[in-house]
């Protein structure tokens, strides 16, 4: 049991059906103190929602980004309703890539923000769950290509707090071999930069639900992130539904 939990989606993003006001009382249930709301935005690959758009919920949800006017509004309202129980933070999941850095410049001043996860979901608007992004590409291929785009993001955009997953492709490749020798020089290249410009990692607890042993990152990336200087670290379950939350 983790006691904050800086990685929470609710029905807000497009692949959960978690109310938001369930996550808030189930968190209350689970006796955590704090927790940060974190749902999906990916620009190339979803669209914002539009004032003439049905929100619909449940199976006919659509696909795409969060619905921001209601979601900031229902977190302002949960905020002061709960407020002498948990402490809830507001954050968005930046499914961010080189070309989209504009549109997420402009999100991020449009509204006020805690916390922003910088995480690399696709690459090039080729995603990683669909398999579309490895077709034509080795597995050496497929990490050199994720880490070259990561290395570029943090070196470019500086408006996020946390590097979330960092090793999130291994969900999607072969889990039986590490490839973390042959990318060593390139996620230290990635957290020398992180460091640098005084951001973090997480430390995503979500991986036994991909088959994956340890966490996300890795324990070998963890120990790097250490011994280069890193100090600032967030937990996150990556929940999306009640049996997720906190673990």
């Given at each position: 049991?983790?006691f ?12 959960s059906?978690y ?5 808030v009382k189930d968190a209350i249930?689970?006796?955590?103190a704090?927790i ?6 990916d620009?190339?690959?979803?669209e914002?929602w539009?004032?003439?758009d049905t929100y ?8 795409k980004n969060v619905y921001?006017?209601l979601?900031?509004?229902e977190?302002?309202r949960l ?8 402490k ?10 080189m070309?989209t850095?504009?549109q997420?410049?402009?999100?991020y001043?449009s ?8 995480s690399?979901h696709?690459v ?7 398999g579309?992004f490895q077709?034509g590409?080795?597995q ?12 570029q ?19 999607y490749l072969?889990?039986?071999?590490d490839?973390?020798e042959?990318t ?5 290249e990635?957290?020398k930069?992180v460091i640098?410009?005084?951001?973090g990692?997480?430390?995503?607890t ?10 996300t ?5 963890l120990?790097l992130?250490?011994d ?16 997720q939350?906190?673990?």
């Amino acid at each position: 049991m983790i006691f904050t939990d800086y990685h929470v989606h609710s029905d807000y993003s497009d692949d959960s059906w978690y109310l938001m006001e369930d996550v808030v009382k189930d968190a209350i249930k689970l006796g955590l103190a704090e927790i940060c709301f974190t749902d999906h935005v990916d620009y190339g690959v979803k669209e914002d929602w539009q004032a003439t758009d049905t929100y619909l919920v449940g199976a006919n949800k659509v696909v795409k980004n969060v619905y921001y006017d209601l979601y900031f509004n229902e977190l302002a309202r949960l905020k002061e309703t709960y407020s002498d129980q948990i402490k809830l933070k507001t954050g968005l999941e930046f499914g961010i890539q080189m070309h989209t850095i504009p549109q997420f410049t402009r999100l991020y001043h449009s509204h006020p923000f805690d916390f922003i996860l910088l995480s690399v979901h696709q690459v090039d608007d080729q995603e990683f769950w669909t398999g579309e992004f490895q077709k034509g590409r080795s597995q050496q291929e497929c990490y050199e290509r994720y880490y070259d785009e990561m290395y570029q993001l943090v070196t470019t955009y500086k408006e996020y707090s946390v590097l979330a997953h960092m090793d999130l492709i291994r969900r999607y490749l072969d889990k039986e071999k590490d490839a973390f020798e042959q990318t060593k020089e390139q996620i230290a290249e990635i957290l020398k930069v992180v460091i640098k410009n005084g951001k973090g990692i997480e430390l995503n607890t979500s991986s036994h639900r991909y088959g994956i042993n340890g966490y996300t990152p890795s324990i070998e990336i963890l120990k790097l992130y250490r011994d280069l200087g890193g100090s600032v670290i967030t937990i996150g379950s990556d929940s999306h539904k009640p049996e997720q939350l906190g673990l």
